[in-house]
């Protein structure tokens, strides 16, 4: 396998940690402690409990305080509201981790919205998401951050290419592609829907930058993949115990350019940008005084 086709995350996250490791001391030689992140996790979903040892880890690694706040899963929203405000005013906290999945009963927008903006490491609060779309600078989310970081890292010229998003959430695919329209490429989303209607292999075989966010393993098949085509697999599923993106990966690296490894492909540069916003947030917060 040729090394040089696999965007590999792991290096790249390993750069980004080195940094935010050496900005992490001096922030706390300058200011006399380190940005502490909390996350708030509501019940004891499996997956999102194995997803916040990791952050742990990580933010270990980075000397970054790293707390949890672990609540019923029958918490109504009113109570969890109040957790988040006092977590708003806490100086002590630089960045909340509202853990996904929430029980039923409570919709994460609706609680997403109670966040300081300026403790949105996460970048799923509307102001943040909407500075995205006005190309100014706040906490974007950082999935759809380390796919323009992997594209940054091969240094491709953005203007004008022909860019196809498969999925259509609102920390993946929506900010990102405002984040690709916002380099000029010509950026196209598609969805459930588009599938339904028989019309996502004629977007995905246009694509010069594929990038897809679903979570259905081979939703895209490798013969689809036009020739030296840039391929970022976001997607992670689980299949007979193994970690599988949304892209069919045999097929597709043979006909990519570059093209993600699922897993250590997008995930490790994720959790590194978000220590890098959380490491943002807290100077943003030294400057406005907070
Ligand atoms: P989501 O579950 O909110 O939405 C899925 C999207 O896929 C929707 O736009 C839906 O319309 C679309 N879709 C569903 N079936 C489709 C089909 N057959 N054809 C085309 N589109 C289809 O998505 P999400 O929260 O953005 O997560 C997507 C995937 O990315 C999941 O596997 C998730 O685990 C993974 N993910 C990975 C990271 C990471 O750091 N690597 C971060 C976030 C999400």
Not at 17 to 28: G, T, Y
Not at 180 to 199: P, V
Not at 241 to 248: A, L, P, W, Y
Not at 257 to 282: C, D, E, H, Q, S
Request: glycine share 6%; hydrophobic share 45%; aromatic share 4%.
């Amino acid at each position: 396998m040729d090394r040089e086709k696999l965007l590999e995350g792991k290096k790249l996250a390993a750069r980004i940690n080195q940094i935010v490791k050496n900005e992490v001391l001096d922030f706390q030689k300058a200011f006399s402690f380190a940005p502490v992140l909390c996350a708030i996790q509501v019940g004891d979903d499996k997956e999102s409990s194995l997803y916040l040892e990791f952050q742990q880890k990580i933010a270990k690694k980075l000397s970054i305080g790293y707390k949890v706040k672990k609540l019923d899963a029958d918490i109504q929203r009113v109570d969890l509201i109040a957790v988040i405000e006092e977590l708003n005013c806490d100086s002590t906290i630089n960045g909340i981790i509202l853990q996904l999945p929430l029980p039923d009963h409570l919709k994460a927008n609706d609680i997403r919205i109670c966040l300081d903006p300026l403790k949105d490491v996460e970048g799923v609060h509307p102001e943040n998401l909407g500075k995205i779309i006005l190309n100014e600078d706040g906490l974007a989310p950082c999935t759809a951050c380390a796919v323009m970081e992997l594209l940054d890292n091969i240094n491709i010229n953005l203007y004008g290419k022909e860019a196809v998003i498969v999925g259509h959430s609102a920390i993946v695919g929506k900010p990102l592609a405002a984040m690709l329209l916002n380099d000029f490429c010509t950026t196209t989303i598609c969805h459930i829907a588009t599938s339904e209607r028989g019309l996502l292999a004629e977007h995905v075989k246009r694509a010069e930058i594929l990038v897809v966010a679903v979570g259905k393993p081979g939703v895209v098949k490798g013969e689809w993949i036009k020739k030296d085509a840039i391929v970022i697999d976001v997607g992670i599923n689980y299949v007979d115990d193994k970690i599988v993106g949304d892209v069919e990966f045999e097929k597709a690296y043979e006909r990519a350019a570059y093209i993600t490894p699922v897993p250590g492909g997008v995930g490790p540069i994720t959790v590194a940008l978000l220590m890098r916003n959380l490491l943002k947030a807290a100077k943003q917060q030294k400057q406005e005084g907070k």
